[in-house]
């Protein structure tokens, strides 16, 4: 909250919920670990970025809460496929072997 209050952008959407899943057996808890962690770098060069992981009833993936406002500049974090393309490009770069599904949500829509 303090970058928006810093940057006058206290508006709009506060949270980014991005989502990335795996299909049944195609991850383990550690693999799942190192996505985040690299993921969580690469959106975190501009945006304050947590992550958190899970598995319910068989499905392993990760939740990504992302401050919409960029602490460097003020810029916001559009929910575009243009965001959402850039980190799948860079998660595809280093990890070719996954089978990604990924998807943007509401803050509240927790039901994966």
């Keep these: ?13 506060q949270i980014e919920h991005i ?7 195609e991850a383990t808890y550690l693999d799942a670990l190192c ?9 975190g060069k501009r945006f ?7 598995k319910k009833q068989s499905y392993l993936h990760i939740h990504f809460a992302v401050n ?12 575009t496929y243009g965001e959402l393309n850039s980190i ?3 998660l595809q770069s280093l990890f070719p072997d996954f089978k990604w ?4 949500s ?7």
């Design 106 to 112: 509401a803050p509240g829509d927790l039901e994966l």
């Design 101 to 104: 599904h990924y998807r943007y």
């Design 68 to 79: 919409t406002v960029s602490y460097l500049d003020g810029r916001r974090f559009y929910d």
């Design 88 to 90: 799948e490009k860079h």
């Design 35 to 43: 996505i985040a962690q690299k993921c969580a770098l690469f959106i």
């Design 19 to 25: 989502i990335i899943g795996f299909h049944s057996n």
């Design 48 to 54: 304050q970025v947590c992550f958190a992981i899970h």
């Design 1 to 13: 909250m303090k970058i928006k209050q810093i940057f006058g952008k206290n508006e709009r959407k």
